[in-house]
C-alpha cells in the first residue's frame, strides 16, 4: 500500500473516533444540554465527507480518479462505522461497567 493509502487509513481511524472523545461539537462548539445522537450523526457524516474530499485529492494527485458506484460508498460508510467503534465503547459502553462496580 502507497503512503497516501497508509496516511487514509490513519485519518480515518482518528477521525471516526474523535466525536466520541469530547463533548463539544466538532471539538469547539460547547453545548448547554450535552450532545444529542443527531449531533452524533452530524458529525459523522462531516468525518465522512472530511475523508472522501482527502482521499479524492490525493487520488487526482496520483493519477486518473475512478468512478464509483453506490457500493463503493456503502462499503466505506460501514468501515468508518466500523474504526468509529473503539470510541463509541469508551464513550458509551465502558462508563456503565466501570462505576457499577
Known amino acids: 500500500m502507497s503512503v ?9 481511524v482518528s477521525l471516526a473516533n474523535f466525536p ?3 463533548g463539544r461539537l466538532f471539538g469547539v462548539i460547547t453545548l ?8 452524533y450523526i452530524v458529525e459523522f457524516v462531516m468525518t465522512y465527507m472530511i475523508l472522501a474530499s482527502v482521499a479524492y485529492a490525493l487520488e487526482a494527485r496520483e ?3 475512478f468512478d464509483q458506484g453506490w457500493q463503493f460508498y456503502v462499503i466505506t460508510v460501514s ?5 468509529s ?6 464513550r458509551f ?3 456503565r461497567t466501570l462505576f457499577s462496580r
Not at 468501515?79 to 474504526?83: D, N, P, Q, S
Not at 467503534?85 to 469508551?90: D, E, S, T
Open 4 to 12: 497516501s493509502g497508509w496516511f487514509i487509513l490513519t485519518l480515518a
Open 79 to 83: 468501515l468508518l462505522m466500523v474504526f
Open 20 to 22: 466520541f472523545a469530547t
Open 32 to 39: 448547554r444540554h450535552g450532545k444529542t445522537s443527531w449531533a
Open 93 to 95: 459502553l465502558l462508563p
Open 85 to 90: 467503534f473503539p470510541g463509541f465503547v469508551f
Open 63 to 65: 493519477g486518473r480518479v
